[in-house]
T-cell receptor
Framework: DAGVTQSPTHLIKTRGQQVTLRCSPK?????VSWYQQALGQGPQFIFQ???????QRGNFPDRFSGHQFPNYSSELNVNALLLGDSALYLC????????????FGPGTRLTVT | AQSVAQPEDQVNVAEGNPLTVKCTYS??????LFWYVQYPNRGLQFLLK??????LVKGSYGFEAEFNKSQTSFHLKKPSALVSDSALYFC?????????????FGQGTTLQVKP
């Protein structure tokens, strides 16, 4: 049973650049949520995608955008990168928009220099 | 505002001793509560959840948690700690304002189990 997968594992970008992170949900799941975990902090909710639409958004600027594909995989895009965007980005999948159990991927470590 | 607090940045216990990692929450209505564990350079692994029913919830790897509504707490416990339990532990509550399963996490507690 394939769990949640994310790519790439690590990424180094320069301020002002754009980045795309990818997530494939656990087999059978149709909903993807993205979280940002800054160093020494708990994960913060960015947004959730269900039926290819953004369903809820956390307190993140419009530089953060996403997409969900028909196969339920998802992308997180961040434009005009800031140093403060350096973090571990976690993808979580669940069954249904209000699915109780969320399964997390290993994360993508983004470093902005 | 809905929130989760983990009052201890770090908990140190000796192997074989019982451990407790504390969590308190603030949420309107009946809470959905979760514990996750994170090992270095890894994602979050689900340990257990409380939705309704028995206040003592049993989870993975011998962990359990006690829901206390009057104290708005959901402390994580284990009767006998293992060195391999050393990791970062997060308590989370579901945001009940939307129907998306959004989780609100605490700051995390580092558990150090010494041989």
């Amino acid at each position: 049973d394939a769990g949640v997968t994310q790519s790439p594992t690590h990424l180094i970008k320069t301020r002002g650049q754009q980045v795309t992170l990818r997530c494939s949900p656990k087999s059978g799941h149709d909903t993807v949520s993205w979280y940002q975990q800054a160093l020494g902090q708990g994960p913060q909710f960015i947004f959730q995608y269900y039926e290819e639409e953004e369903r809820q958004r956390g307190n993140f600027p419009d530089r953060f955008s996403g997409h969900q594909f028909p196969n339920y995989s998802s992308e997180l895009n961040v434009n005009a990168l800031l140093l403060g965007d350096s973090a571990l980005y976690l993808c979580a999948s669940s069954l249904g928009q209000g699915g109780i159990e969320q399964y997390f991927g290993p994360g993508t470590r983004l470093t902005v220099t | 505002a809905q929130s989760v607090a983990q009052p201890e940045d770090q908990v140190n216990v000796a192997e074989g001793n019982p451990l407790t990692v504390k969590c308190t929450y603030s949420v309107s209505g009946n809470p959905y509560l979760f514990w996750y564990v994170q090992y270095p350079n890894r994602g979050l692994q689900f340990l257990l959840k409380y939705i309704t029913g028995d206040n003592l919830v049993k989870g993975s790897y011998g962990f359990e948690a006690e829901f206390n509504k009057s104290q708005t707490s959901f402390h994580l416990k284990k009767p006998s700690a293992l060195v391999s339990d050393s990791a970062l532990y997060f308590c989370a509550v579901r945001d009940m304002r939307g129907n998306t399963g959004k989780l609100i996490f605490g700051q995390g507690t580092t558990l150090q189990v010494k041989p």
